[in-house]
């Protein structure tokens, strides 16, 4: 089992920027964010490989977020910069515990989930 915690979500002017930060339980392979609005399904924003060398992102966030992981903290970060409105949700961090896997966009490819945490940008 690998318990996930996260925090640094909170309220934000649209424009600005958050890192949200999770740590893991123990070193975990590929670690993920995710997010989810009212009413709307959990959707991928972006996940990177056990040592770094790969990273995917949602086109929504291109150019806007960056993922990156401290294998020593057994912690992974997601900066967020230029926020929008439409960027409101509880973002979740996510890990696969199968060490041959590869990156997936796909919630349920996930073995491990945080409880969430809160970011909500106002305009």
């Known amino acids: 089992q690998v318990q996930l915690v996260e925090s640094g979500g909170g309220l934000v002017q649209a424009g600005g920027s958050l890192r949200l930060s999770c740590v893991a339980s123990r070193r975990s392979y590929i670690m993920g964010w995710f997010r989810q609005a009212p009413g709307k399904e959990r959707e991928f924003v972006a996940a990177?490989?056990?040592?770094?060398?790969?990273?995917h992102y949602a086109d929504f966030v291109k150019g806007r977020c960056t993922i990156s992981r401290d294998n020593a903290k057994n912690t992974v970060y997601l900066q967020m910069s230029s926020l929008k409105p439409e960027d409101t949700a509880v973002y979740y961090c996510?890990?696969?515990?199968?060490?041959?896997?590869?990156?997936?966009?796909?919630?349920?490819?996930?073995?491990?989930w945080g409880q969430g945490t809160q970011v909500t940008v106002s305009s």
């Open positions: 990177i490989s056990r040592n770094s060398d790969t990273s």
């Open positions: 996510a890990a696969d515990g199968n060490q041959a896997a590869t990156i997936s966009r796909w919630p349920n490819e996930y073995d491990y």
